[in-house]
């Protein structure tokens, strides 16, 4: 066998079953001669073909008491500050309605609007920062500074440099300014301009637009695939086309709003498993084929599941292998969103359909967006023909709105060429390799360290709890004076127990950035005490290292 | 040196406090009536502790002793 990494038309021929077998037979063989050693020891050998470990560790009990207490303090002042507002004694900066509304149904007392007044704004520095560069593994930042506790901002002027950026998707680096990389976008920007003035079903269909549907689908490996200009209303448009009123949607706890609003404006019904969960899904399907509609027991149109690739609150993987046998079993229709996975995981980077060595003809309507991994903007829908051809005519999104514009169709046309081999070289198999390399270093080092972080091994996205609220804004605050930037996230968009700070691991970072960034948040985990994890690796994992990288490739 | 060392941990346990009840958040004057509330609390504590503790631990024991040791007709 020849050198393993061998690359040809742009498909990798390397088994990855070596590194889950010599941890079972205890044999080392170095140059991948595992075939006869693929059948042992593998629990779940029939459906997955490497293992599956994800990490959702509990905190202990006085973290969970402390975060209600701290929400609790400031809930209090919450309401001592509403207080002083609603009776003259402090100036108001809020929102209220007019005079002549007082009577009228209220519009800001739900407590969406009372945690944003109270406890969002305290630490809103945190968020909506401008960034006065391209997002790439550094950025330069637009210092601000506030007068009045975060109600108003105003820039100093100044720019801080350099700072590194573990909060953009940048999952493989194209997000560059260098020349020699842009030369044929900036061709196409000489060709084409800059607008489309029209919907794909108009004048809005380029020829540009045909060379990148075909291009995503020889990469995805299916027949046919489509390109939006938005990724969101990718999902909220085409959805309401697929599916309508007698159709079931089995949609996972965790999915992003934007299946979440294309599931709610088709009108179908929708029912919610939980998380990853593999037997709540099939409970609901026992249930949706035993009992049929709600009123006249009649089947259901059309079953489909909705899951994501990657859960980007979570780090999660979907558990592609048993929710394909759950969808061939009881004949439902699988719907699978690769915003964050295409590209970011898998040994070519074509997403968890690679990842797990299925073939993409098990999904049914594969979706993916080019915001992410291609460093451009857009959706993709893909599948057989017959889908896409039908999308092209019924989806909302080609009838009304504006289709991508050409050098954004050229940056993702570029960065998918370069993915594939197709410009000659080996640079996109390199990303793809350097990213799960860092992906894997990154996720280690944290765990070692001791601090509690969510999700599968392999996944880019690396939560880490913070939980308590008073954190989060220190948190935030102490890494970007260390000039590190990183996401930070609370209460709507996780539950209120659990707030995190999420990172995006990239192929472009170095090693040195990502050791500067872990010797930051060693120190900061230790001064903010963020180190909860009871089940930390070792305590000298510089011992550790050296046998590690043996076994890694 | 000792000092700077005992003044920076005593300033860390001060954060930590500060971290843990979300006062960090807090503007100055909220943090000024937060700490006042609690201090007033903490020292309330104390002071029962100290008025009341010592009585009732002496209580207990009398009372522990007289059910195992006091048969032999004792009178406390």
Redesign the interface.
């Given at each position: 066998m020849a050198n393993p990494s061998a690359v040809c038309n742009g498909h990798l021929h390397h088994h990855h079953q070596k590194q889950n077998n010599l941890l079972k037979s205890g044999i080392y063989k170095k140059n991948g001669i595992t075939k006869g050693m693929k059948k042992n020891g593998i629990s779940n050998g029939t459906l997955y073909k490497k293992t599956f470990i994800e990490h959702f560790e509990q905190a202990p009990m006085y973290v969970a008491v402390?975060t209600f207490?701290?929400?609790g303090?400031?809930t209090v002042?919450g309401y001592?500050r509403d207080f002083m507002r609603a009776w003259g004694l402090e100036k108001r900066n809020v929102a209220t309605e007019r005079e002549q509304q007082k009577d009228f149904v209220p519009l800001y007392q739900d407590f969406e609007n009372f945690y944003t007044r109270n406890?969002y704004m305290?630490?809103r520095d945190n968020w909506n920062r401008p960034i006065c560069s391209v997002p790439g593994p550094q950025f330069d930042l637009m210092e601000r500074v506030t007068d009045d506790?975060n109600w108003t901002f105003r820039f100093t002027g100044r720019t801080i440099k350099n700072v590194i950026n573990m909060g953009s998707y940048n999952y493989l680096g194209f997000a560059e300014t260098d020349v020699n990389a842009l030369k044929t976008v900036t061709i196409e920007l000489q060709k084409y301009g800059t607008g489309i003035c029209s919907t794909r079903q108009e004048m809005g269909t380029l020829d540009k637009h045909v060379e990148l549907e075909q291009l995503v689908a020889k990469f995805l490996g299916v027949e046919d695939a489509m390109v939006f200009g938005m990724g969101f209303a990718t999902n909220s448009m085409n959805i309401p086309a697929l599916v309508g009123k007698g159709c079931l949607i089995l949609s996972d706890e965790l999915n992003h709003t934007s299946l979440v609003l294309g599931a709610r404006l088709s009108g179908a019904t929708i029912r919610i498993f939980k998380h990853n969960n593999m037997q709540s899904l099939e409970k609901l399907l026992r249930e949706a084929i035993i009992y049929g509609q709600p009123r006249s027991r009649r089947a259901w149109r059309k079953i489909i599941i909705l899951v994501e690739g990657i859960y980007s609150m979570e780090g999660s993987i979907v558990r592609l292998p048993e929710i394909v046998s759950l969808k061939r079993k009881y004949k439902a229709y699988l719907y699978l969103d690769e915003a964050h996975s295409i590209g970011a995981v898998g040994a070519t980077g074509r997403g968890v359909v690679e990842y797990f060595g299925m073939s993409p003809d098990d999904v049914d309507v594969l979706m993916g967006t080019f915001t992410k991994s291609f460093g451009a903007a857009g959706g993709y829908i893909a599948g057989k023909k017959d889908l896409v051809d039908f999308l092209r005519t019924h989806s909302h999104s080609a009838v009304y709105a504006t289709s991508m514009c050409p050098p954004v169709a050229e940056q993702i046309i570029r960065a998918m060429k370069c993915l594939m081999g197709l410009d000659g070289t080996t640079q996109g198999l390199q990303r793809v390799r350097q990213l799960g390399k860092n992906t894997r270093y990154f996720r280690r080092r944290l765990h070692e360290m001791g601090f509690i972080i969510y999700g599968n091994d392999d996944s880019p996205v690396v939560p880490l709890l913070l939980y308590?609220?008073?954190?989060i804004?220190?948190f935030a605050r102490r890494m970007l004076e260390k000039n590190i930037g990183v996401v930070v996230v609370g209460f709507p968009a996780t539950p209120i127990t659990e707030s995190r700070a999420r990172f995006c691991v990239s192929a472009a970072h170095t090693r040195e950035m990502l050791d500067t960034v872990l010797n930051a948040l060693d120190e900061l985990g230790d001064?903010?005490?963020l180190k909860y994890s009871r089940y930390s690796k070792s305590s000298h994992p510089e011992l550790y290292e050296e046998t590690r990288l043996e076994l890694e490739d | 040196m000792d000092v700077k060392q005992v003044k920076d941990y005593l300033y860390?346990l001060y954060?930590?406090y500060?971290?843990?009840?979300?006062?960090?958040?807090?503007?100055p004057w909220?943090q000024s009536m937060?700490h006042t509330i609690t201090v007033t609390v903490f020292a309330m504590v104390l002071y029962t502790a100290y008025v009341f503790v010592p009585i009732h631990l002496r209580l207990a024991f009398q009372f522990f002793s007289q059910i195992f040791g006091g048969q032999p007709g004792s009178t406390v």
């Amino acid at each position: 066998m020849a050198n393993p990494s061998a690359v040809c038309n742009g498909h990798l021929h390397h088994h990855h079953q070596k590194q889950n077998n010599l941890l079972k037979s205890g044999i080392y063989k170095k140059n991948g001669i595992t075939k006869g050693m693929k059948k042992n020891g593998i629990s779940n050998g029939t459906l997955y073909k490497k293992t599956f470990i994800e990490h959702f560790e509990q905190a202990p009990m006085y973290v969970a008491v402390l975060t209600f207490l701290g929400f609790g303090v400031g809930t209090v002042f919450g309401y001592l500050r509403d207080f002083m507002r609603a009776w003259g004694l402090e100036k108001r900066n809020v929102a209220t309605e007019r005079e002549q509304q007082k009577d009228f149904v209220p519009l800001y007392q739900d407590f969406e609007n009372f945690y944003t007044r109270n406890l969002y704004m305290r630490i809103r520095d945190n968020w909506n920062r401008p960034i006065c560069s391209v997002p790439g593994p550094q950025f330069d930042l637009m210092e601000r500074v506030t007068d009045d506790y975060n109600w108003t901002f105003r820039f100093t002027g100044r720019t801080i440099k350099n700072v590194i950026n573990m909060g953009s998707y940048n999952y493989l680096g194209f997000a560059e300014t260098d020349v020699n990389a842009l030369k044929t976008v900036t061709i196409e920007l000489q060709k084409y301009g800059t607008g489309i003035c029209s919907t794909r079903q108009e004048m809005g269909t380029l020829d540009k637009h045909v060379e990148l549907e075909q291009l995503v689908a020889k990469f995805l490996g299916v027949e046919d695939a489509m390109v939006f200009g938005m990724g969101f209303a990718t999902n909220s448009m085409n959805i309401p086309a697929l599916v309508g009123k007698g159709c079931l949607i089995l949609s996972d706890e965790l999915n992003h709003t934007s299946l979440v609003l294309g599931a709610r404006l088709s009108g179908a019904t929708i029912r919610i498993f939980k998380h990853n969960n593999m037997q709540s899904l099939e409970k609901l399907l026992r249930e949706a084929i035993i009992y049929g509609q709600p009123r006249s027991r009649r089947a259901w149109r059309k079953i489909i599941i909705l899951v994501e690739g990657i859960y980007s609150m979570e780090g999660s993987i979907v558990r592609l292998p048993e929710i394909v046998s759950l969808k061939r079993k009881y004949k439902a229709y699988l719907y699978l969103d690769e915003a964050h996975s295409i590209g970011a995981v898998g040994a070519t980077g074509r997403g968890v359909v690679e990842y797990f060595g299925m073939s993409p003809d098990d999904v049914d309507v594969l979706m993916g967006t080019f915001t992410k991994s291609f460093g451009a903007a857009g959706g993709y829908i893909a599948g057989k023909k017959d889908l896409v051809d039908f999308l092209r005519t019924h989806s909302h999104s080609a009838v009304y709105a504006t289709s991508m514009c050409p050098p954004v169709a050229e940056q993702i046309i570029r960065a998918m060429k370069c993915l594939m081999g197709l410009d000659g070289t080996t640079q996109g198999l390199q990303r793809v390799r350097q990213l799960g390399k860092n992906t894997r270093y990154f996720r280690r080092r944290l765990h070692e360290m001791g601090f509690i972080i969510y999700g599968n091994d392999d996944s880019p996205v690396v939560p880490l709890l913070l939980y308590m609220p008073g954190k989060i804004g220190a948190f935030a605050r102490r890494m970007l004076e260390k000039n590190i930037g990183v996401v930070v996230v609370g209460f709507p968009a996780t539950p209120i127990t659990e707030s995190r700070a999420r990172f995006c691991v990239s192929a472009a970072h170095t090693r040195e950035m990502l050791d500067t960034v872990l010797n930051a948040l060693d120190e900061l985990g230790d001064f903010l005490h963020l180190k909860y994890s009871r089940y930390s690796k070792s305590s000298h994992p510089e011992l550790y290292e050296e046998t590690r990288l043996e076994l890694e490739d | 040196m000792d000092v700077k060392q005992v003044k920076d941990y005593l300033y860390w346990l001060y954060y930590q406090y500060l971290l843990i009840t979300c006062s960090y958040v807090l503007e100055p004057w909220e943090q000024s009536m937060f700490h006042t509330i609690t201090v007033t609390v903490f020292a309330m504590v104390l002071y029962t502790a100290y008025v009341f503790v010592p009585i009732h631990l002496r209580l207990a024991f009398q009372f522990f002793s007289q059910i195992f040791g006091g048969q032999p007709g004792s009178t406390v």
